[in-house]
C-alpha cells in the first residue's frame, strides 16, 4: 500500500516537475520575445527621431530656399521694371527723332516749294 502511495507521489512529482520545466520555458520564451520587442521599438524609434531631424533639416531648406526665391523674384521684377522704362525712354527718343526728322524734311520741301 505504501509503496503504490509512494509510487504515485513519484508520479504527481515528475508530472509536477515536468510542468514546471514547461512553464519555466514558456516563461523564458516570453522574457525573449519582450527583450527582442523592446529592441525593435528601440529600433524604430530611433527612425522616427532620425525621421524627424530630416524632416525639420528639410523644412529648413525650404525656407531658405523661399526666401532666395523672394530675393530672385525681387531682382527680376527690379530688372524689368529698370528694362521697361530703358525702352520706354529709348523709344520716346525715337519716335521724338522721327517727328524731328519728319518736321525737317517738311520744312525742306516747304522751302523747296517757297522757293520755286
Do not use: C, N, P, W
Given at each position: 500500500?505504501?509503496?503504490?502511495?509512494?509510487?504515485?507521489?513519484?508520479?504527481?512529482?515528475?508530472?509536477?516537475?515536468?510542468?514546471?520545466?514547461?512553464?519555466?520555458?514558456?516563461?523564458e520564451?516570453?522574457e525573449?520575445?519582450?527583450?527582442?520587442?523592446?529592441?525593435?521599438?528601440?529600433?524604430?524609434k530611433?527612425?522616427?527621431?532620425?525621421?524627424?531631424?530630416?524632416?525639420k533639416?528639410?523644412?529648413?531648406?525650404?525656407?531658405?530656399?523661399?526666401?532666395?526665391?523672394?530675393?530672385?523674384?525681387?531682382?527680376?521684377?527690379?530688372?524689368?521694371?529698370?528694362?521697361?522704362?530703358h525702352?520706354?525712354?529709348?523709344?520716346?527718343?525715337?519716335?521724338?527723332?522721327?517727328?524731328?526728322?519728319?518736321?525737317?524734311?517738311?520744312?525742306?520741301?516747304?522751302k523747296?516749294?517757297?522757293s520755286?
Amino acid at each position: 500500500q505504501k509503496e503504490l502511495e509512494l509510487k504515485k507521489m513519484m508520479t504527481l512529482m515528475e508530472t509536477k516537475t515536468r510542468e514546471a520545466t514547461s512553464y519555466r520555458q514558456v516563461i523564458e520564451r516570453a522574457e525573449e520575445e519582450k527583450q527582442s520587442t523592446l529592441e525593435q521599438f528601440q529600433e524604430v524609434k530611433g527612425a522616427l527621431a532620425d525621421a524627424r531631424r530630416r524632416i525639420k533639416s528639410m523644412q529648413q531648406k525650404l525656407k531658405q530656399v523661399a526666401r532666395e526665391k523672394e530675393v530672385l523674384v525681387a531682382g527680376v521684377q527690379d530688372e524689368a521694371l529698370r528694362t521697361t522704362q530703358h525702352l520706354k525712354l529709348e523709344h520716346h527718343h525715337e519716335l521724338e527723332s522721327i517727328k524731328k526728322s519728319h518736321q525737317d524734311e517738311g520744312e525742306f520741301y516747304r522751302k523747296r516749294l517757297q522757293s520755286e
